[in-house]
C-alpha cells in the first residue's frame, strides 16, 4: 500500500513547436543522467488516460528514494504540451498508519516528522530535473526558432508541505 501527495507540479504548452515525444523523453534522460543524480532511476511508464478501459499515456519516471517525477510530453493541437507532477511517497506501515485517525496524527508528527532534510533533497531532486527539462526545451526550441520560455513560464507550482 503506498499513497502518493503532489509536492509541486508545472506545465506548458509551446507554441508553434513540434517534436516526438520518445526524442524528448531521451533528451531529458540524458540531461538528468549527465547530473549524475545520486540513486535516481529513469524509466517509462504507461498512465491510464481514465477509468479502466481507456487508453494509456506514456510518461518518464524518474524516480529518487521517496520521490517520484511523472513527465508528459504530447503534441497538442499546433503546440506541444510538456508537464511534469512531484510526488511524494508513503509506503507499508507508514501509508497505513497515516490513515488511521488521530494515531496517524502522532505518528506524523512524532515518529516521522517532516525534516528539513527531508525538505531540502526534495527541492534539490526538484530542482534537477526541473533544470534537465528546461534545458531540453531551450535546446529544442532554439533549433526551431520557436520563441523560449519567458521567465514566469519557467516557475514550478509548489504545494503546501505544512498543510
Known amino acids: 500500500m503506498a499513497e502518493a501527495t503532489v ?5 506548458n504548452l509551446l507554441a508553434g513547436f513540434q517534436a516526438s ?10 540531461a538528468i543522467n549527465k547530473r ?3 540513486d535516481c532511476k529513469l524509466s517509462r511508464v504507461s498512465i491510464s488516460e481514465g477509468g ?8 518518464l519516471r524518474v524516480t ?10 504530447s503534441p497538442f493541437g499546433k503546440g506541444f504540451f510538456v508537464s ?21 496524527i502522532i505518528f506524523q508528527r512524532l515518529v516521522k516528522p ?8 526534495a527541492y534539490m531532486f526538484q530542482s534537477a530535473v526541473h533544470s534537465s527539462v528546461l534545458e531540453v526545451i531551450d535546446a529544442m526550441t532554439k533549433t526551431q526558432g520557436v520563441r523560449a520560455l519567458a521567465e514566469p ?11
Not at 529518487?64 to 510530453?73: P, V
Not at 517532516?114 to 533533497?121: A, F, N, V
Request: with cysteine.
Open 84 to 104: 511534469w507532477w512531484l510526488l511524494g511517497e508513503v509506503s507499508g506501515l507508514a501509508a497505513w498508519l497515516s490513515t488511521i485517525p488521530i494515531i496517524g
Open 52 to 59: 479502466i478501459f481507456s487508453s494509456s499515456r506514456e510518461y
Open 36 to 38: 549524475e543524480i545520486p
Open 7 to 11: 509536492v509541486s507540479n508545472w506545465h
Open 21 to 30: 515525444p520518445k526524442q524528448f523523453y531521451a533528451s531529458v534522460e540524458e
Open 64 to 73: 529518487r528514494k521517496d520521490f517520484k517525477f511523472d513527465i508528459c510530453a
Open 114 to 121: 517532516l525534516t528539513y532534510y527531508q525538505l531540502d533533497t
Open 153 to 163: 513560464d519557467r516557475k514550478p507550482i509548489m504545494r503546501e508541505f505544512f498543510a
